[in-house]
């Protein structure tokens, strides 16, 4: 018998769930504290009038509390008709394990030590150990949690200052999830990924949003013009990754450090960015204005959360072939200059 369990890391871990027990994952919002939870409980946040207490797995294998980044997330889980979150650095994927592959935990508890109690067995994912996880074992530390009042939307992460930029972000998260299910969006808005490339905050559809992944392991492909970045290997697919910024007549001044990987129809291409907000719901304001928005396959402005951003029309550019390869032969592509600093090969 097989089941469906969701990959996801942290700290270095890959863990498995049950996938019929995931409710929804959503960026991590800001938490406020608990005192009468288990200390492996980091707080809790709002989740449309629910209190959804957030689990940190390095607490509960005796790894030390997890620094909290923008790019985290919070897996939901509904088990026995309480729900809780499980922190989480990356969400890789969804996959299906046969119960013959998940190794009973007495076999390795030798080896897991404080950890085995909070695990239904190890498998393996792909080529990857996971470590599957009893939901239910982790239920038991959020219960507590669970039957206090809904926190106050806007909270910052317990120990995060508020002078920190992050903090704002995480605000935001708060408030827009503590929103009831009724509560209306601005007219006419949808979700975009909003990121930062030299500078400028730009808006991705998030229609056509596969995943987002970090920039490195990319090696260069001869002959190929300037804006081809390289491929990367991911999970066994050979991913074309580009960089926007000469389609759109940026500069290229500062880094980049995440890919937005995108679909449209059958092309799937990697787009190299600096960073990756959030993702938002917005509609357009009722004035454009000049300057930074006036840009190729760009539309704005858009507002979202005070923001301003500026739209990328991905579908036309990629229906442009401003991105595609020539083809006859060009230059051999140097090594990315503007990879990350810690890029290397992709693990």
Known sequence: MASLHLIFSH???????DAALVQEIVWLPGLSSVAEA??????AFNLRGHVIPVIDLALCFGRGRSALQVGDAVVVLAVDGERFGILAGAVLDAVTIAADDVEDVRDHDHLLGNAAPLLSGVAMSGADLAMVLDARALLADAATAAALEPPSA????????CADPAAGIFRTRADRMARPPDAPDAAGSAPFVLVGLDGGLFGIP???VREIVHLR???PVPCCPAHILGSMNLRSEILTVVDLRPA????????????VVVRVGALVVGLAVGEVHDVVAAGAQAAPAQGEYDLPFCRGPMRADERIFSMMDIEA??????????DGPGR????????????????
């Open 217 to 219: 392991g990319v090696r």
């Open 38 to 43: 288990s200390t492996r409980v980091i707080g």
């Open 248 to 259: 759109l007549g940026l500069p290229a001044r500062q880094p980049l450090a995440a890919v």
């Open 206 to 208: 998030a229609g056509v």
């Open 332 to 347: 051999d592509r140097p090594e990315p200059r503007n990879a990350a600093p810690d890029a290397g090969e992709q693990s």
């Open 11 to 17: 700290r270095g871990v890959r863990y498995a769930l």
């Open 317 to 326: 550019m990629l229906a442009s072939r401003v991105l595609h390869v020539a």
């Open 154 to 161: 806007g909270a910052a992460p317990d120990g995060m200052a």
